[in-house]
């Protein structure tokens, strides 16, 4: 007998490190970033990832945005943004780096960023507490020209 798969789960399951790449999978349906570049997400694998976005444990929180990182799927960038200001650290710069990199994403194309978004990025360049998350932005605002 096969049980529905529980998306809320697997987001909840993102925390161990133990089965996490089966997790993964079973969550978006591939592992590897060329193949996950390629999956049409589930409505309820979609949702469920959105809400680990503000899940309370950290690791949650770092691997939905590792995963919209590679799907990048633009309608997640609302999601995404609150993100800039959450307290770990690890967690910002990596928002930074969902939202404004290329190299992770199909055909090394990267989101379509708004003024507003690119502002808020650059403000993150230069007031971030974080020396690693200003990097991480320093980097984004440096690639996009002047
Ligand atoms: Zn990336």
């Given at each position: 007998?096969?049980?529905?798969?529980?998306?809320?789960?697997?987001?909840?399951?993102?925390?161990?490190?133990?089965?996490?790449?089966?997790?993964?999978?079973?969550?978006?349906?591939?592992?590897?970033?060329?193949?996950?570049?390629?999956?049409?997400?589930?409505?309820?694998?979609?949702?469920?990832?959105?809400?680990?976005?503000?899940?309370?444990?950290a690791k949650v929180r770092w691997?939905s945005l590792q995963l919209m990182?590679?799907?990048?799927?633009?309608?997640?960038?609302?999601?995404?943004?609150?993100?800039?200001?959450?307290?770990?650290?690890?967690?910002?710069?990596?928002?930074?780096?969902?939202?404004?990199?290329?190299?992770?994403?199909?055909?090394?194309?990267?989101?379509?960023?708004?003024?507003?978004?690119?502002?808020?990025?650059?403000?993150?360049?230069?007031?971030?507490?974080?020396?690693?998350?200003?990097?991480?932005?320093?980097?984004?605002?440096?690639?996009?020209?002047?």
């Amino acid at each position: 007998m096969k049980e529905p798969l529980n998306y809320t789960e697997l987001v909840n399951r993102l925390a161990y490190k133990e089965g996490r790449n089966e997790t993964i999978v079973l969550l978006v349906g591939a592992i590897n970033a060329r193949d996950l570049a390629k999956v049409t997400l589930k409505p309820e694998a979609r949702e469920a990832l959105i809400l680990g976005l503000t899940h309370d444990n950290a690791k949650v929180r770092w691997w939905s945005l590792q995963l919209m990182d590679h799907l990048a799927d633009e309608s997640f960038i609302p999601f995404i943004l609150p993100l800039l200001n959450d307290p770990i650290g690890k967690v910002r710069r990596h928002a930074v780096h969902a939202l404004t990199c290329d190299v992770c994403k199909p055909d090394r194309c990267g989101l379509e960023l708004s003024k507003s978004i690119r502002a808020r990025i650059t403000e993150v360049a230069h007031s971030d507490a974080d020396a690693r998350v200003r990097k991480e932005a320093s980097a984004a605002v440096a690639n996009w020209g002047s």
